[in-house]
């Protein structure tokens, strides 16, 4: 784990984008929805909803994860669920 002063002072907003950017990259028809937040404010669930293989997909989402937490010390718990999840449809 990266020490606090290497950190990025980026909010938790800011780490999301950075998520979402980042998984974009290799999955750019990707969507997102917060779905509430984990036991402190720093902790967030991200529903990503797409369509592919489930277990490529939730491996690279927790590498992502990963990624962001080193870099801005900020939890995104990744979530990954079928398009047609996605609420208000396609």
């Known amino acids: 784990m990266a ?6 002072q ?3 907003g800011q780490a999301v984008d950075m998520f979402k950017a980042t998984f974009c ?19 967030l ?13 939730e491996q690279y989402a927790v590498e992502v994860s990963h990624t962001v937490e080193q870099s801005t010390g900020y939890f995104i718990l990744p979530f990954v669920l079928p398009a047609s999840r996605y609420p208000g449809g396609s």
């Open 10 to 12: 980026l909010s938790l």
């Open 25 to 43: 990259e290799r999955f750019p028809h990707s969507r997102f929805l917060i779905d509430g937040e984990g036991y402190e404010d720093e902790d």
């Open 3 to 8: 020490s606090a002063h290497n950190l990025q």
């Open 45 to 57: 669930d991200l529903n990503i909803y797409l369509d592919g293989d489930q277990c490529e997909l």
